[in-house]
């Protein structure tokens, strides 16, 4: 069974750090695509980086550039969202979103929280 376990959210006050994870398990094949989406009460869910392969370079939303980083781990099957300078409008439920020969799969949301 394919899963996405994102792990890391919590609360953190204006201009302090988070690193999320997600670990990908039960895919038979390679993953192509591992990306970090999020979703704010009231808005829609937004792309914030996208990790296409290892080795490739990453893009992410304008409103996090220079501020969060998206790294994977091939032998961990795992991708991470480092969160640096946080801001109270980044606070939402953060997807993991996985793309594997064709099929993409979601993980169950992990809550970021930034307030003082």
């Known amino acids: 069974q394919v899963q996405l376990v994102e792990s890391g959210g919590g609360l953190v006050q204006p201009g302090g750090s988070l690193r999320l994870s997600c670990a990908a398990s039960?895919?038979?094949?390679?993953?192509?695509?591992m990306s970090w989406y999020r979703q704010a009460p009231g808005k829609e869910r937004e792309l914030v980086a996208k990790?296409?392969?290892?080795?490739?370079?990453?893009n992410y939303a304008d409103f996090v550039k220079g501020r969060f980083t998206i790294s994977r781990d091939s032998a961990k099957n795992t991708v991470y969202l480092q969160m640096n300078s946080l801001k109270p409008e980044d606070t939402a439920v953060y997807y993991c979103?996985?793309?594997?020969?064709?099929?993409?799969?979601w993980g169950q949301g992990t809550q970021v929280t930034v307030s003082s």
């Open positions: 039960g895919f038979t094949g390679s993953i192509s695509t």
């Open positions: 990790s296409l392969s290892i080795g490739e370079r990453a």
């Open positions: 979103y996985a793309v594997s020969y064709g099929y993409a799969y």
